[in-house]
């Protein structure tokens, strides 16, 4: 066992930079709203904050940049440049709008930002924007892969599963897979903020995607990365 003080240092710190976003996403545990909050951190406090992550030996905690859409907050390309100073390496979780811009994605490049993680709620435009709330969101989200891919970021897709999308997480996966993502974060809802009025999903499904793993018994169903899938119900897979 290695003897990491976690309490010390963490490895990764997750600043919810505002609760500003232009989504108003149906499962929203932030219930974020278009506008900030008043007082939210200031630049110069958010240096200061970057400055607290640098004392002590390294590496240095990777910061996460979320929210919210950190997106909305005009001095980000700022934050990274005063992370970069500090060698703290910093990643973004934004939120998939026009705000997701070449522009915008280059400048944080050249500063050092390196990961992103973006969300996909579904396999298909009907799943993904029931949850999004935005039309065209899903075809966004897959250009937006790609395009942070050819701007050389690596690219993590988060999935929140719920009732609305549990049946699709094989087809997420293949679809992922077929995008060159390679890292995917699958996470169930926590019915808190405006996702308090999801209904759980079912406890069987639960098991299932608590079990759901790539399998390889060469029986029916679609196949990730060499292996074969195992759909979560049990049923259309092995
Ligand atoms: C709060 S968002 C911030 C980044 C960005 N706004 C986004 O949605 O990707 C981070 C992740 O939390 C997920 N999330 C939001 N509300 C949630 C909830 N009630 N339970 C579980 N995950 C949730 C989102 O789907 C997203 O993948
Ligand atoms: S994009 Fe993220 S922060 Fe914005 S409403 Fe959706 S889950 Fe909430």
Known sequence: MTDERFDDQ?????????????????????????????GELTTREGMKLIDELAVGPTPHPILVLTGGDCLTRPDIVELATHAKH???????????????????????????????????????????????????????????????????????????VMKHNVRELADIAVLLHGAGVRVWEVFFLVNVGRGDKIDDIDPAEAEDVCNFQPCNNGSKGETYNGHQLCYVDGQEGI
């Open 86 to 160: 500090r060698a703290v390496s910093v990643a973004i979780a934004p939120s998939v709008s026009a705000r997701l811009a070449d522009p915008l994605l280059a400048q944080l490049r050249e500063q050092g930002v390196s990961h992103v993680s973006l969300s996909l709620d579904g396999a298909t435009a009907t799943t993904h924007e029931e949850i999004r709330q935005v039309p065209g969101h899903f075809r966004a989200t897959l250009d937006a892969i790609g395009r942070l891919r050819e701007a050389g970021f690596r690219v993590q897709i988060n999935t929140a």
């Open 10 to 38: 963490p490895r990764l710190v997750f600043w919810e930079l505002t609760k500003a976003c232009p989504l108003a996403c149906v499962h929203c545990r932030a219930v974020a709203q278009s506008a900030p909050l008043p």
